[in-house]
């Protein structure tokens, strides 16, 4: 993880997302998703439903303030390999999202959670650290030759 430079609500923060309490989310939820054997599609979505909640909030918060959120924060980080090629395989939906466990996705979702609460984390720091991890699913998900691969298990290397 890195350090990030931040202007929020006029400030310029310094964002450590190497901090004793980022690392505490990550090793946890890279322990739970090994743990679990979750599939992609599954963090992923969890993922996504954070990034969602917290980038409602923020943007409340702008709004009060009359600011707004940077480009950095508000968009995805760019994949570095875009090749512009889509997936050619068609998969339905529906048919995936009955597919996924929900329990599985509740107990990382309640993780998280707890974790960001437990630890105190702020909702720009507890953003930014979701858009490393959407980073990192988009990556694989790009990789998906077929539908079956939406449901492989996430494995980290070391120092992930």
């Known amino acids: 993880m890195a350090t990030l430079w931040a202007t929020i609500f006029g400030f310029t923060k310094v964002i450590d997302l190497s901090s004793e309490s980022m690392v505490t989310l990550q090793e946890r939820m890279v322990h739970l998703t090994e743990q679990l054997s979750m599939p992609l599609i599954e963090v992923?979505?969890?993922i996504n439903r954070w990034i969602k909640a917290l980038m409602t909030r923020?943007?409340?918060l702008a709004d009060?303030?009359?600011e707004s959120l940077p480009e950095t924060v508000t968009s995805p980080i760019p994949l570095k390999d875009n090749n512009n090629e889509s997936n050619n395989f068609n998969?339905?939906?529906?048919?995936v999202l009955k597919?996924?466990?929900d329990d599985r996705m509740d107990i990382l979702?309640?993780?998280?959670?707890?974790?960001?609460e437990e630890e105190k984390l702020s909702l720009m720091s507890a953003l930014l650290f979701m858009r490393n991890w959407e980073?990192?699913?988009?990556k694989r998900l790009?990789?998906?030759q077929r539908p079956g691969q939406l449901f492989s298990p996430v494995t980290f290397e070391d120092g992930f």
């Open 44 to 46: 992923s979505l969890i």
């Open 109 to 116: 979702d309640t993780l998280i959670r707890v974790t960001i």
């Open 135 to 138: 980073y990192e699913m988009r």
């Open 58 to 60: 923020l943007e409340e």
């Open 64 to 66: 009060e303030h009359d």
């Open 91 to 95: 998969y339905d939906l529906e048919r």
């Open 142 to 144: 790009e990789q998906v």
């Open 99 to 101: 597919m996924v466990d």
